[in-house]
């Protein structure tokens, strides 16, 4: 069972969280990340995904999609 909730509920997501709203492995959100792809804010040593940086590469996804078409 998930315990990801909608972006508009949550404020900050974990790499692992990101993966599932986006339906994507863990591996994947990390190269992404690595890549500058998908954004994420540091506190501490810890990454995190804003519901918006989401959002951000779901447009950028559709973005190269229509590129491509």
């Known amino acids: 069972m998930s315990t990801a909730v909608a972006p508009a509920d949550q404020i900050l997501y974990r790499p692992e969280e990101a993966a599932v709203?986006?339906?994507?492995?863990?591996?994947?959100?990390?190269?992404?990340?690595?890549?500058?792809?998908?954004?994420?804010?540091?506190?501490g040593r810890r990454r995190l995904v804003p519901p918006e940086y989401i959002a951000q590469y779901v447009e950028l996804l559709k973005r190269e999609a229509q590129a491509t078409a």
């Open 21 to 43: 709203v986006l339906r994507i492995g863990r591996s994947m959100v990390y190269e992404e990340i690595r890549l500058g792809r998908l954004q994420t804010v540091r506190i």
